[in-house]
């Protein structure tokens, strides 16, 4: 499987974005999907994830709320909305599939886009 990460850009604070993941590989449709961020001089933590039927979906408390991750198994791409963005969801957003249960985790992911950044103004 490969991914890769895009829209990511330049928003105020309160303002929404959606940023994708294209896959391609014909076993996507297989895979967990999440979503990990990264901050400059912080480590990369998990952000939420999507099974592979869309069934079950998972948020860090950080993002509960405001962000909805989505997947189009047609289309092969994950979506993350993020809405009422703020000051700390600024960083490089990465996708990344896993063929196990989707987890936390970022050593479970076996499979990771380049990402893509975000970054929230005041």
Known sequence: VQLQASGGGLVQAGDS????????????????????????????????????????????DSVKGRFTISRDN???????QMNSLKLEDTAVYYCAASFSAMSTLT????????????TVSS
Request: glycine residues 12%.
């Open 107 to 118: 050593y479970q992911y076996d499979y990771w886009g380049q990402g893509t950044l975000v």
């Open 17 to 60: 974005l959606r940023i994708s993941c294209a896959a391609s590989g014909r076993t996507f449709n297989k895979s967990a999907i999440a979503w990990f961020r990264q901050a400059p001089g912080k480590e990369r933590e998990f952000v939420g994830g999507i099974s592979w039927s869309g069934g079950t979906t998972r948020y860090a």
């Open 74 to 80: 047609a289309k092969n791409t994950v979506y993350l």
